[in-house]
């Protein structure tokens, strides 16, 4: 797993991360304690409704309002404890940071609009009708792409078993990134044979983000130095 390297930056509130992790959290112990059929129909009513691009033009999907707001509903609803578990690790991982530079608000429109889009994204691509692509990762991908942009020459600590030990070492953010992404890409191809995961979300939500990060480079700018009162 990853661990972020801890900075010297000057304390700030950060309220996005923590609610996102707190809505995460609570709608799944919602959905988890109801009886079984009613979890399932959460499910089925929240998650986003793939078909692929054979089912109709970009326009007429879209044209739905119910399949549009899936694209935001399916980011907080996971199958078990684990698919959520993993969601938050990343998204405190790479929330926190990303949140001190972009600032609350925008790391929020970066984790809803991150994830529509590689949810959208999903729904298009995956050529397989009433399957439901549910869970935060494209937005918790999103953040990532985010974060490799802003902090391209940033280490994390990665913690390897080494026998009956485990070993904490740094290593550029860019080389354990660059290589998740590149795992994403290959188990996109590979398919069903890694389970049912929407890989082609995780690809989305990654450029996504890392072409808002690039697009917002004034805005943080302009940010920081209202920050630092010049």
Same mark, same amino acid.
């Given at each position: ?13 950060? !309220? ?7 809505? &995460? !959290? ?7 304690? $109801? ?9 089925? $009513? !929240? +998650?986003?409704?793939?078909?692929? %691009? /054979? =089912? ?8 739905? +309002?119910? $399949? ?10 996971? /199958? ?17 940071? *990303? ?6 608000? =925008? ?23 009433? #399957?439901? @692509?549910?869970? *935060?990762? +494209? /937005? ?12 391209? #020459?940033?280490? %994390?600590?990665? @913690? ?5 030990? &485990?070993?904490?070492?740094? /290593? ?9 992404? %590149? ?15 929407? !890989?082609? *979300?995780?690809?989305? +939500? ?10 917002? =480079? ?6 920081? #130095? ?5």
């Amino acid at each position: 797993m990853f661990v972020s390297i801890p900075t010297h930056a000057r304390p700030a509130f950060r !309220w996005a991360t923590p609610l996102l992790c707190a809505a &995460l !959290w609570c709608v799944y112990l919602w959905a988890s304690t $109801r009886p079984e059929a009613v979890e399932q129909a959460l499910m089925a $009513r !929240w +998650g986003a409704l793939t078909g692929g %691009l /054979a =089912r109709g033009a970009l326009a007429d999907w879209w044209g739905e +309002g119910e $399949r549009g707001l899936r694209l935001l509903t399916a980011l907080f609803v996971h /199958a078990d404890w684990a698919h959520l578990l993993g969601n938050l690790v990343f998204l405190l991982i790479f929330g926190l940071p *990303a949140e001190r530079v972009l600032g609350s608000w =925008r790391l929020l429109v970066l984790f809803l609009a991150g994830g529509a889009f590689a949810n959208l994204v999903s729904v298009l691509v995956i050529d397989a009708p009433d #399957r439901f @692509v549910i869970g *935060a990762s +494209g /937005a918790v991908s999103a953040l990532i792409g985010t974060y490799l942009a802003l902090f391209p #020459r940033a280490h %994390l600590g990665v @913690v390897l078993p080494l026998g009956l030990f &485990l070993e904490f070492v740094r /290593a550029p953010a860019s080389l354990l990134i660059g290589t998740w992404a %590149l795992l994403q890409v290959v188990f996109a191809y590979i398919g069903p044979a890694f389970g049912a995961v929407a !890989w082609p *979300a995780h690809i989305a +939500g990654f450029a996504f983000g890392v072409a808002f990060a690039l697009l917002s =480079r004034g805005a943080i700018a302009r940010r920081l #130095r209202r920050q630092k009162g010049y």
